[in-house]
């Protein structure tokens, strides 16, 4: 296997397919998923408005709820990662005296992340057929979880139906090359989420930095080994897929046997980042503050 496979949400799905997606949990803890109204949603004004956001002066970033500066955030507690971003529907973020995210910003993450309620979607395992463009993340976001747990992973444990588990974050990564002290540092030293699933939605490109490690290439288990040891795998963001990565706390649900967490890293920003910048975009799901939201 040298590339992730890619699963669809909307169609059946046949037994070949489910064994990639299953082998690949285990292989890499990431597959490639076929979201193309994810992406045109992204494309379509959430990475203007966020490069928008990013390039107003710190002293209006600094009081935005949910921003982090260049080199805040930390890797594994330590190591401090040369980007700025933006976290919403974090419920620890709000402090006084700070001000909302510009409602253009605002009404660009609502557009994708849809957060209105999901008792009125039709039941997930009629939804596979019904699939159109004009559904909502929260809508695809059913069929994703149906499609790993219930096919891939072939598991009854509840990963839904709780304010916990149901809880989900969208954060937006900036990634400033001009910033760099060094060109010679990595975007984002390998590290593992957090939470159950992220999606990762990036703009088109063959080589944007994003590697995930091979984990059956070594004996490793933390990030700070397997990336040291690990053989990685270049992951290209390709048009209409975003990718799908397990986090730590599925890993400890399903056990090591059935889901890896996945260890990613974005190197560069190399010769062809050099100049531009770089924009992400992650569903983080399940990943809970402490302490966790109210019931
Ligand atoms: O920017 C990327 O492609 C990866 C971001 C990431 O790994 C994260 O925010 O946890
Ligand atoms: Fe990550």
Redesign the pocket.
């Known amino acids: 296997m040298d590339t992730l496979p890619i699963a669809g949400l909307s169609t059946e799905r046949d037994p070949a397919t489910v064994a990639k997606l299953r082998h690949a949990l285990i292989k890499y803890g990431a597959f490639r998923l076929w979201a193309p109204e994810l992406k045109q949603a992204v494309a379509g004004g959430l990475l203007r408005e966020a490069r928008g956001f990013f390039q107003l002066p710190n002293e209006i970033k600094e009081r935005t709820i949910g921003y982090s500066g260049f080199g805040m955030e930390l890797i594994r507690g330590t190591t401090p990662v040369p980007k700025e971003?933006i976290n919403f529907f974090r419920k620890n973020d709000h402090r006084d005296g700070f001000i909302p995210p510009p409602a253009e910003l605002f009404r660009s993450v609502i557009a994708i992340h849809d957060v209105g309620p999901s008792v009125n979607l039709p039941k997930i395992s009629n939804a596979r057929t019904q699939f159109c463009e004009h559904q909502t993340w929260k809508h695809s976001q059913d069929q994703l979880f149906d499609l790993v747990f219930h096919d891939v992973l072939e598991s009854d444990i509840p990963l839904t139906g709780t304010p916990a588990l149901d809880y989900e974050t969208v954060?937006i990564?900036y990634?400033n090359p001009q910033r760099m002290i060094t060109r010679c540092g990595d975007?984002?030293p390998p590290?593992m989420?957090g939470g159950t699933l992220?999606i990762?939605i990036?703009e088109d490109d063959d080589s944007?930095?994003?590697e995930v490690a091979d984990l059956e290439s070594t004996e490793e288990l933390g990030s700070d080994g397997v990336g040291r040891e690990a053989d990685f795998l270049r992951v290209s963001a390709a048009s209409n897929e975003v990718v799908v990565m397990v986090g730590t706390r599925l890993q400890r649900m399903m056990g090591r046997t059935k889901a890896r967490a996945c260890v990613?890293r974005?190197v560069g920003p190399g010769q062809k980042h050099s100049t531009e910048d770089?924009v992400?975009v992650?569903i983080f799901r399940a990943c809970v503050p402490h302490p966790p939201p109210p019931a």
Request: overall charge neutral; aromatic content about 10%; proline content about 0%.
């Open positions: 971003g954060g990564q990634y975007y984002a590290h989420d992220t990762l990036r944007d930095g994003l990613h974005v770089r992400s992650g």
